[in-house]
């Protein structure tokens, strides 16, 4: 834990001339490749998957995809044979590490204004993203969430990025600190008992975002490393490297919002087009323009979400439709025979 303020004239800002933040600042994945050594991966496989330059990881302002950032944290779960790997890696990821963004939290006054200041440049640091404070009764609620229609597997992202940010409060809390809640969007995987046991507080699971829950009486507490000289000094740096927004096509964004949708039941072109700002009739168009229409685009996230979660075993068949916003165990067991030509459970015995 950091004991003092950080000292401006003692640190060297980077220099952002020119640079373009693609999708996810690579100070998101610092030690990633140390990382992935010690779970037994082999780095320059997992990178190359993931189409990722080891050079990118070299420079905390450069950047990644966030199509790629998300890849690569789940191949390295797959290759390494860690189910947890995003869990673990953000066990141990602390604030200074975060680069730009990590500062901006570390040299805010408290621990509540540490995490909003975080999660309003968040966007700064990481495009297609949702993050918000939300005032609850006792406490406050952080929530995460990508919105990026081109990830439907990102459950590795959430775990890391949940870890990030108890290690910021515990900066000023203590390394034993704890949440009163933490949430997942992701189904509970089959051992779910460790994340309870890594955050020490209850885990719920299919929850509509990532979430910490954080009670009001640690808000107050004084961020040891504040400092008011450097503070908008990290703003300013983080603000210059987002001249673009994101580039997500017409069809990438419908595809996010559907799959933020599927848990409340059948997805709605009205809802879908009011959260973008559009008419039914101007986001139908411009779906068209890019030869594809809503009904298709339900059936594609349906179909890749419905095998990704056939993958997990824990996962029973029969929780599966509803999770994928059927009414009816009957229809999604129609629509897998259809996009397949197998049962569920036959396509899980068979992969």
Known sequence: MSNGNINPTHMVLPNT????????????????????????GNTDTILERSQIDPEWLM????????VSYCEVLEQAAQATGCDHFGLYYGKQFMPQQLGLLGYIGLCSPTVGEAIQNVARCFHWHQHD???????????W????????GAIMARRQDAELTMGMIVNLVR??????????????????????HEHCKVFDAPVYFNQPFNSLVIAKNVLQRPMPSHDPLLLPLMFSALSQLNTTTS?????????????????QGEPQLEHIAMQMGVSRMTLQRQLRQEEQSFRQLVEQVRCTMAKQYLQQDQLAITDLGMMLGYSETS?????????????PSRYRRQS
Not at 17 to 40: K, S, Y
Not at 141 to 148: C, K, M, N
Not at 172 to 191: I, Q, R, S
Not at 247 to 259: K, L, N, P, R, Y
Request: glycine share 6%; with cysteine; hydrophobic share 45%.
């Open 171 to 192: 900066q000023a809390a203590g390394m034993h600190w704890a949440p009163k809640e933490v949430h997942f969007e992701h189904p509970a995987p089959a051992d779910w």
């Open 129 to 139: 993203t949702l993050t918000q404070w939300v005032e609850l009764k006792e406490a």
């Open 141 to 148: 609620r952080f929530d995460y969430q990508i919105r990026h």
């Open 17 to 40: 001339a020119g640079t373009v933040n693609r999708g996810v600042l690579a100070a998101a994945a610092t030690g990633l490749d140390g990382f992935i050594r010690q779970m037994g």
């Open 59 to 66: 420079q905390p302002t450069s950047s990644l995809t966030l």
């Open 247 to 263: 580039c997500q096509s017409v069809t990438e964004q419908v595809s996010a919002h559907i799959q933020h949708q599927l848990m």
């Open 331 to 343: 229809a999604f067991s129609r629509a897998f025979r259809r996009w397949f030509g197998v049962s």
